[in-house]
């Protein structure tokens, strides 16, 4: 994928459609009696060497299993180039896992900057940009928004009342 104002909304609409997605399951966890007892950590709620939690409460089966069948939809949908459609949300899922590692490891339970708000699209430009999927620019410009608009989006959901920080 080049540069281009279509690419970029095909690879936000997924990147962030992913991850929305996401952010949609924490809200059904909060609202719908008994949701959460389906939704297992991937962790096991095991604890790393250092004596912090492996990944949290919030990197889950559940989530994966969102992933996969976001990139199931995708492939179907024929938006997208079949190993974007295949990969994309199993790298913003696997971005979002290793921005928990490393804030767990920084001992923070507050805002991080560039792993909060752009986690999930540095790990899929990044494999894709490397893979030769996705040019350079795209990935960069497409990080360069979501860090512009992703805390704007942030806020109004925490103004909605469905998040519960407003990072």
């Known amino acids: 994928m080049q540069l281009s104002v279509y690419n970029i909304f095909l690879f936000m609409l997924l990147t962030w459609g992913t991850n ?8 059904a966890k909060k609202y719908i009696k008994g949701f959460a007892k389906y939704d297992r950590p991937i962790d096991f709620g095991k604890y790393f060497f250092d004596g912090r939690r492996i990944l949290g409460e919030s990197t889950t089966f559940l989530g994966l ?31 979002h896992a290793l921005g928990s590692f490393i804030k767990r490891r920084m001992n ?35 990080l360069l928004l979501t860090y512009v608009l992703h805390p704007l989006a942030v806020l109004l959901a925490f103004k909605l009342g469905l998040k519960e920080h407003n990072y």
Not at 65 to 94: D, G, H, Q, R, T
Not at 110 to 129: E, K, Q
């Open 108 to 142: 923070k339970n507050s805002f991080v900057p560039f792993i909060d708000h752009g986690d999930y699209m540095i790990m899929s430009g990044f494999v894709l940009v490397i893979l030769g999927y996705v040019s350079f620019s795209l990935a960069l410009v497409c």
């Open 20 to 27: 929305i997605a996401f952010n949609l399951l924490y809200v």
């Open 65 to 95: 299993v969102f992933a996969l069948l976001i990139s199931l939809l995708a492939l179907k949908s024929n938006l997208f180039e079949k190993m974007i459609a295949l990969m994309v949300p199993l790298l913003v899922y696997i971005g």
